[in-house]
């Protein structure tokens, strides 16, 4: 009922729009079982699918062999799982089920088929019946505003939609040829004229980036530009705060710290280090 409860306790809004199957693991002492939970649109429905399994060293060579079953079907049970909108279109379990957008300009509605997995919850995908292909990113929070606002000035991809999915954000966005600075674009007062621009304009607006790092300035080799991506931090200086979980490991700017308000200063400090 504990497993059951905090399964209930953590189904997003739109659940009723949404199923969600999940393995309920039940550890009592050294007692072992395993349920399966799914919601649909009226009700809850969880059963059991195995015995209570005591976890403890065994001769029995027969029994033995029964955990042993039930933990390989686990783990390979464990990557069918996925998520199923309760209208619309299946993919591959491979990729998020998420099958289409809206944009936010026309409202026009596009779906879409998964072609790569870039890195982590970073997708390329293709609209279809189309030449056009886009970036589709899963993340705990976004700043469209400031996002929109640095398109504006011609220095991020467009925005294509934003989608609020269970505990995600989902943000679609035009996919272009960028790659990193060299040290050969740096020593180009152009480049390094656009990188003092944006950092003037987004200090003129009171945004911050707030992970204005090396990985997040990028050049758009069409367009010839430098271009800003992951506004997963961005905010107003001083009133929005910088998430948890940051990197021990990053040489972040003093005053950059969970919990903490972003200033326009520490994207400067990311600039200084990228210079």
Known sequence: MQCIAYYI???????????????????????????????????VICDPLSPTYQLLCNQDFVF?????????????NLQTL????????????SFPYLSSFSNLKTSSEFKIQY?????????????????????????SRYNHDVHLFCHSLG???ALLSIISLAHYKVVVMEN???????????????IRDQINCILVKLKEKNYVHGDMRRANVLFD???????????????????????????????????????????????LYWWNGIC
């Open 155 to 157: 220095f991020a991809p």
């Open 221 to 267: 080799t069409l367009a010839n530009r430098v271009v800003l991506v992951d506004f997963d931090w961005a905010g107003i200086d001083g009133i929005d705060v910088y998430p948890p979980f940051m990197n021990p490991d990053i040489n972040w700017p003093e005053g950059a710290s969970t919990g903490k308000p972003l200033h326009h200063e520490h994207d």
């Open 82 to 93: 996925h998520w199923k909108e309760t209208t619309g279109f299946s993919q591959a379990s």
């Open 9 to 43: 306790k953590n189904l997003p809004v739109d659940a009723v729009s949404t199923q969600y199957p999940c393995f309920l693991l039940e550890l009592c002492g050294t007692a072992f079982s395993v349920s399966g939970i799914v919601n649909t649109e009226r009700q």
């Open 176 to 190: 272009l040829s960028l790659r990193a600075l060299s040290s050969d674009d740096l020593s180009k007062s152009q």
């Open 115 to 139: 072609r790569k997995r870039i890195k982590g919850l970073l997708f390329c995908a293709q609209v279809l019946n189309t030449e056009m292909h886009v970036i589709v990113k899963f993340c």
């Open 64 to 76: 033995a062999g029964k955990i042993a079953r039930l933990f390989a079907s686990l783990r390979k």
